[in-house]
């Protein structure tokens, strides 16, 4: 039942507690699926340090083994002193250098999560027309606005709609939504571009034509509630 399979603390049901609960467990959901994709993100990055941790070891054991057993104590000492440099240089690039692949927690939203685990299931798909927009918050003024709406032709995508307004955050000029029409595999390229450069402080994808949001319906007559009997079934399946 529902309340056993998601742990439903109340003992009497009603519609309202079930779609309270219904919407902390959807929450839940969420979160999980955007931690295991942010973990496997940065699995990426702490493998490729490691890798690079290991080549270096082994070049250090390397020149030890060719070294006199006068020198070995100060060969020992050069290859800890050649690690902590290689350590130090990952960290720096890490910290530098935009990452193409999303590793960073920050620059990973949800939307983007779902865009790119749908291109990953199904890679027909990944040439589908997607409608997406894209909030651009610019550092250096309105003017380097054209740059990025060439980058997006570019991109082989199509601007269906520009609003810009200034910003309220330091060090932030404007901030520019921009809908455009192109193709999933583009869409994340197209992101990937826009986060190196340095005229902009950040950008966000926030929605995709997976979302549809349709007009509420109210019923006008009794009759009408007769359309809404399979909602119980959402909320109370036990019944």
């Known amino acids: 039942s529902y309340s056993i399979e998601n742990g439903y603390p109340a003992r009497r049901r009603s519609l309202v507690d079930d779609a309270r609960f219904e919407t902390l467990v959807v929450k839940q959901t969420k979160q999980s699926v955007l931690e295991e994709a942010r973990q496997r993100a940065n699995d990426t990055n702490a493998d ?10 082994g070049q250090g054991e390397h020149y030890a083994d060719v070294s006199s057993s006068d020198d070995e104590q ?11 440099e290689a350590k130090a240089e990952a960290s720096s690039d890490s910290d530098g250098k935009p ?10 939203t949800e939307e983007e999560v779902v865009l790119a685990k749908t291109i990953a299931e199904s890679p027909e798909s990944e040439h589908s027309v997607q409608k997406a927009a894209l909030v651009l918050r610019l550092r250096e003024g309105i003017g380097s606005l054209g740059r990025i709406l060439k980058t997006i032709e570019n991109f082989k995508g199509t601007v269906t709609h520009v609003e810009s307004r200034p910003s309220k955050k330091e060090g932030v000029q404007f901030e520019v ?12 390229q197209l992101i990937r571009n826009l986060r190196q450069s340095s005229a902009l402080d950040g950008v966000t994808l926030l929605a995709d034509n997976s979302v549809s949001i349709k007009d509420p319906w109210f019923p006008r007559h009794a009759s009408d509630l007769d359309n809404c009997n399979h909602l119980m079934t959402k909320y109370e399946p036990d019944l």
Do not use: F, H
Request: a negative charge; proline letters at 0%; glycine letters at 2%.
């Open 177 to 188: 939504l921009v809908k455009v029409d192109m193709s999933r595999q583009s869409l994340l």
């Open 74 to 84: 100060v060969e020992s000492l050069i290859c800890a002193a050649r690690k902590q």
């Open 99 to 108: 990452d193409d692949d999303y590793d960073d927690d920050a620059g990973l």
């Open 48 to 57: 490729q340090t490691i890798t690079c941790a290991q080549d270096e070891q």
